[in-house]
């Protein structure tokens, strides 16, 4: 089937496409948007990799939900549409880019300035029905970004994975830390920060690593 994603990614996944999990994927995701608002637009649901060819993945951030509220969701993780005001979770990442960097992060919480460097920033499921937490987990699309996983840490090497709280951290059996560098702790949100993110320099440390395989640091502004 023809699935509109960036033509890197097209070539790396095409196989996925045919597979029975995801034809089913499709015809349910295709009756959500047809009977209910879902987050985010269709044409952004594979935008974090339209910004982000395969080649140049430097970071992969793994989310686990898209935002279930209106001008949220534009498919990066932890990103919102312009203007919209910053979500909990992602005040805390800036707070810690502010300790950990000493920059100053743009006000915006639009990351594609992120993903444009090489940043993928990669939901475990790929959309939401509005107003309703989870309500598209467990239809395929983790399948699916499982692969996604396993084909970068198979096919690349000195890739940085960032993975915040359990769910995320639960993809680590398809990296290979020989090859890569994965760094984890728990996750932003209000509920959990102070229980270890804010200081775990995991922006620093992202560069250092970057720097030490001969790539420019990522700037986290």
Known sequence: MDVKIEKTWK?????EFGKDY??????????EYEHHTVYPEGKLIFNA????????????ILGQDPYHEPGQAHGLCFSVQEGTSLP???QNIYKE????????????GNLERWANQGVLLLNATLTVRAHVA?????????TFTDNVIHTLAEKRTGLVFILWGAYAQKKCDFIDEAKHLVLKSVHPSPLSAHRGFFGNKHFSKANEYLMSQGLLPIDWH
């Open 97 to 108: 880019i502010r300790t950990d960097e000493g920059i100053e992060p743009i006000k915006s």
């Open 49 to 60: 990799f339209d910004h982000c060819p395969f080649e140049k993945v430097r970071v992969v």
């Open 22 to 31: 995801f034809l089913k994927l499709t015809q349910y995701i295709h009756s």
């Open 88 to 90: 909990p979770s992602l």
């Open 134 to 142: 989870g309500s598209h987990q467990k239809k395929g699309w983790e």
């Open 11 to 15: 070539n790396q996944l095409e196989k």
